[in-house]
């Protein structure tokens, strides 16, 4: 068991660590204007009077211990969100322990919940599937590993959970519709847990160096339509200047755009391209090997050498960060995740957010990368055997972590304690409620995803050339994974 006073400490640093997200406005929010419609669940809870309700059976089950494994990395952030055993005063604790409350009294259950190291998760899982045991009813495994317990075959298809109604806002539909595989659904995204929301890809960006260089309304371009990435790195160009005078740019200087290498996948799928998609058989296939998607990606990478606006974290030196950068209002974007926030939180320059810029107004949707590495996915072992208490109490669960704690995460945590400007908080609902599930970046097929996010670093300029030396590995390695989906299929029928 994991130790629970970590657990409050890590609770509570997650939540002062979006302090400082947001930065002071003046101006209020349009009256009209272009903005997407969201396509994913949504974030924020809702009146009583409005309140959805799960449509479930009125059953007991005796005292039923219903166990959750978590993923964990010693150093790392994490949101414990599972289970509380006690209110402390810690807004999300306190309101983690009164939704495992609310459903352990409603059907005489108990919620616990083990957070194991991510590598041990994936071992447990697989071992004791094939063993027959059940340590646990529910995994939350990093998704990074996840893709492992699929194509190890020890995942149980979601759908064949009884009373779960994957439409409800409570379940993420872009998860559902992009992760199944062959018309099973072997993980999902939902609001039972908060770590996928800090993994979110957003766009920081520095208020002075706006209001200083008469960049202009940056949430009016949102709002407008006009939030594209031509306009990002023409904004970005406006502002980037050799401060120091000695005719060389590099971090002393000020920049339009400070990114790492994920600045790859996070403006690829802000622009609407995907490594993989998927057939009219609901299996995957190579979705970049098309003309949109090669001249996106091309584009994208490009700009990592074009330092007339862009400056790769690589070439600082000397102890700076873009953290430091941002407080030294050097730079006008910062591409990132919205977990950051913790490393923000001492700085004091004002800052605001955006979401990752649409490839052209022509495109429908914006998109929001989740990070693989620092977020969690639901999944349930092949073995599982109670799958009525197990339907019931995730359908349960998720629908009441919508309206107790996804608020105190989202409404009270970013919106009324810490946000400073309420386009901030139009912007954070386009941000979450537009995530990608990219297959591609999920099972890594042929490690393109990996070789086009080093393309930097490994000075990988031309990308048609990459991808032509990759796509077969990709294609061999989506073949294998269709021989698995379709043995589990027809070993399940």
């Given at each position: 068991?994991?130790?629970?006073?970590?657990?409050?400490?890590?609770?509570?640093?997650?939540?002062?660590?979006?302090?400082?997200?947001?930065?002071?406005?003046?101006?209020?929010?349009?009256?009209?204007?272009?903005?997407?419609?969201?396509?994913?669940s949504?974030?924020?809870?809702?009146?009583?009077?409005?309140?959805?309700?799960?449509?479930?059976?009125?059953?007991?089950?005796?005292?039923?211990?219903?166990?959750?494994?978590?993923?964990?990395?010693?150093?790392?952030?994490?949101?414990y969100?599972?289970?509380?055993?006690?209110?402390?005063?810690?807004?999300?604790?306190?309101?983690?322990?009164?939704?495992?409350?609310?459903i352990?009294?409603?059907?005489?259950?108990?919620?616990?919940?083990?957070?194991?190291?991510?590598?041990?998760?994936?071992?447990?899982?697989?071992?004791?599937?094939?063993?027959?045991?059940?340590?646990?009813?529910?995994?939350?495994?990093?998704?990074?590993?996840?893709?492992?317990?699929?194509?190890?075959?020890?995942?149980?298809?979601?759908?064949?959970?009884?009373?779960?109604?994957?439409?409800?806002?409570?379940?993420?539909?872009?998860?559902?519709?992009?992760?199944?595989?062959?018309?099973?659904?072997?993980?999902?995204?939902?609001?039972?847990?908060?770590?996928?929301?800090?993994?979110?890809?957003?766009?920081?960006?520095?208020?002075?160096?706006?209001?200083?260089?008469?960049?202009?309304?940056?949430?009016?371009?949102?709002?407008?339509?006009?939030?594209?990435?031509?306009?990002?790195?023409?904004?970005?160009?406006?502002?980037?200047?050799?401060?120091?005078?000695?005719?060389?740019l590099?971090?002393?200087?000020?920049?339009?755009?400070?990114?790492?290498?994920?600045?790859?996948?996070?403006?690829?799928?802000?622009?609407?391209?995907?490594?993989?998609?998927?057939?009219?058989d609901?299996?995957?296939?190579?979705?970049?090997?098309?003309?949109?998607?090669?001249?996106?990606?091309?584009?994208?990478?490009?700009?990592?050498?074009?330092?007339?606006?862009?400056?790769?974290?690589?070439?600082?030196?000397?102890?700076?960060?873009?953290?430091?950068?941002?407080?030294?209002?050097?730079?006008?974007?910062?591409?990132?995740?919205?977990?950051?926030?913790?490393?923000?939180?001492?700085?004091?320059?004002?800052?605001?957010?955006?979401?990752?810029?649409?490839?052209?107004a022509?495109?429908?949707n914006y998109?929001?990368?989740?990070?693989?590495?620092?977020?969690?996915?639901?999944?349930?072992?092949?073995?599982?055997?109670?799958?009525?208490?197990?339907?019931?109490?995730?359908?349960?669960?998720?629908?009441?972590?919508?309206?107790?704690?996804?608020?105190?995460?989202?409404?009270?945590?970013?919106?009324?304690?810490?946000?400073?400007?309420?386009?901030?908080?139009?912007?954070?609902?386009i941000?979450?409620?537009?995530?990608?599930?990219?297959?591609?970046?999920f099972?890594?097929?042929?490690?393109?995803?990996?070789?086009?996010?080093?393309?930097?670093?490994?000075?990988?300029?031309?990308?048609?050339?990459?991808?032509?030396?990759?796509?077969?590995?990709?294609?061999?390695?989506?073949?294998?994974?269709?021989?698995?989906?379709?043995?589990?299929?027809?070993?399940?029928?």
């Amino acid at each position: 068991m994991y130790d629970r006073p970590l657990r409050i400490l890590s609770a509570l640093l997650a939540a002062v660590a979006l302090a400082g997200l947001f930065a002071c406005s003046d101006s209020g929010r349009p009256k009209s204007g272009s903005v997407t419609e969201p396509s994913g669940s949504t974030q924020t809870g809702g009146d009583e009077e409005t309140r959805i309700y799960p449509d479930l059976p009125d059953k007991k089950f005796d005292g039923y211990n219903f166990r959750m494994a978590h993923w964990e990395i010693d150093g790392w952030t994490i949101i414990y969100d599972l289970d509380a055993d006690e209110e402390t005063g810690d807004i999300i604790n306190d309101s983690v322990y009164k939704r495992n409350l609310a459903i352990e009294e409603k059907y005489n259950v108990e919620i616990t919940a083990d957070y194991i190291n991510h590598a041990e998760l994936i071992n447990t899982c697989v071992k004791t599937v094939r063993a027959g045991d059940l340590p646990y009813d529910v995994y939350f495994p990093r998704t990074y590993e996840s893709t492992q317990l699929v194509q190890q075959s020890v995942l149980l298809d979601l759908h064949t959970l009884p009373y779960i109604d994957w439409d409800k806002p409570w379940w993420d539909s872009q998860s559902v519709a992009e992760l199944s595989l062959g018309g099973m659904l072997p993980m999902v995204e939902g609001d039972i847990t908060l770590m996928d929301k800090s993994a979110t890809a957003c766009i920081f960006y520095n208020k002075k160096v706006q209001t200083d260089n008469a960049v202009g309304d940056l949430y009016q371009l949102v709002y407008n339509n006009e939030w594209t990435l031509d306009k990002m790195i023409s904004l970005g160009r406006s502002v980037t200047a050799d401060l120091n005078g000695d005719s060389v740019l590099d971090g002393n200087d000020r920049w339009g755009v400070v990114a790492y290498d994920d600045w790859t996948y996070i403006m690829l799928h802000g622009s609407g391209g995907r490594y993989a998609s998927k057939d009219e058989d609901d299996y995957p296939i190579i979705a970049f090997d098309n003309e949109r998607t090669l001249t996106v990606a091309q584009k994208i990478l490009d700009c990592m050498w074009d330092e007339t606006f862009f400056l790769h974290t690589n070439k600082l030196k000397d102890g700076q960060t873009p953290i430091t950068m941002m407080a030294a209002d050097q730079m006008l974007f910062y591409v990132e995740r919205i977990v950051v926030t913790e490393r923000l939180r001492a700085v004091e320059s004002d800052f605001g957010i955006l979401p990752a810029p649409k490839f052209d107004a022509n495109q429908k949707n914006y998109g929001h990368s989740v990070s693989i590495h620092t977020s969690g996915i639901l999944t349930v072992p092949l073995n599982a055997v109670e799958t009525e208490i197990t339907g019931i109490l995730l359908e349960a669960l998720a629908a009441e972590s919508k309206y107790v704690v996804i608020p105190s995460y989202y409404d009270i945590v970013l919106k009324d304690k810490y946000t400073r400007d309420a386009e901030s908080v139009d912007m954070l609902d386009i941000i979450l409620q537009n995530r990608v599930y990219d297959l591609g970046e999920f099972y890594q097929f042929g490690r393109f995803n990996e070789l086009y996010l080093r393309a930097y670093p490994n000075n990988k300029r031309d990308l048609v050339s990459l991808f032509t030396q990759n796509s077969k590995k990709m294609q061999t390695e989506i073949d294998r994974l269709i021989k698995t989906i379709e043995k589990q299929k027809e070993a399940a029928a």
